[in-house]
C-alpha cells in the first residue's frame, strides 16, 4: 500500500501574483508526475476555447492565461483523478510528552499575532 502523499503546485505570474496550493493521494512521487502531465495536456487542450456548462470555470469562461490553466490542471487532478485539497496551518502545532509520572501530555501551540497602534 502507497503512502498519502502531499505535492504542491504553483504558480508565479506577473506584477507578483502567486498561487500554490496543496494536493494528496495515496500515489508515489512518479505516478503524480504522469497525472500532472495528463492534467497539462487537458489544460492546453482548452487553449482560447469557451467552456460550456460543467466544467470548473462556468460558461463563457475562455481559457487562455496561466491562471486559467492552474485552475484547469487542479480541477482536473481533483475532480478526474480523485486527489483531495489539502491544508497545513505552519502556525499550529501539537507537542506530545511523557512527564515525571509516565503520564502522556499534549500540548498545542499556537503563534498569534497581536496588533496593536504605537503612537
Known amino acids: 500500500m502507497v503512502d498519502?502523499?502531499?505535492f504542491k503546485i504553483q504558480y508565479d505570474w506577473y506584477?507578483?501574483?502567486h498561487r500554490e496550493i496543496l494536493i494528496g493521494k495515496a500515489v508515489e512521487a512518479?505516478?503524480?508526475e504522469k497525472d500532472l502531465r495528463e492534467a497539462k495536456k487537458?489544460?492546453?487542450r482548452l487553449r482560447g476555447k469557451e467552456i460550456d456548462k460543467g466544467e470548473s470555470l462556468g460558461k463563457g469562461y475562455r481559457v487562455e492565461c496561466l491562471p486559467a490553466f492552474y485552475e484547469q490542471?487542479?480541477?482536473?487532478l481533483v475532480e478526474k483523478l480523485g486527489y483531495k485539497y489539502c491544508?497545513?496551518?505552519?502556525?499550529i502545532h501539537y507537542d506530545i510528552d511523557d512527564d515525571?509520572?509516565?503520564?502522556?501530555?499534549?500540548?498545542?501551540?499556537e503563534k498569534k499575532v497581536e496588533q496593536r497602534e504605537i503612537s
Open 42 to 44: 487537458f489544460a492546453e
Open 100 to 109: 515525571i509520572g509516565k503520564k502522556i501530555k499534549v500540548t498545542k501551540f
Open 87 to 91: 491544508y497545513y496551518d505552519a502556525d
Open 15 to 17: 506584477e507578483g501574483e
Open 30 to 32: 512518479q505516478q503524480f
Open 73 to 76: 490542471i487542479l480541477w482536473y
Open 4 to 6: 498519502f502523499n502531499i
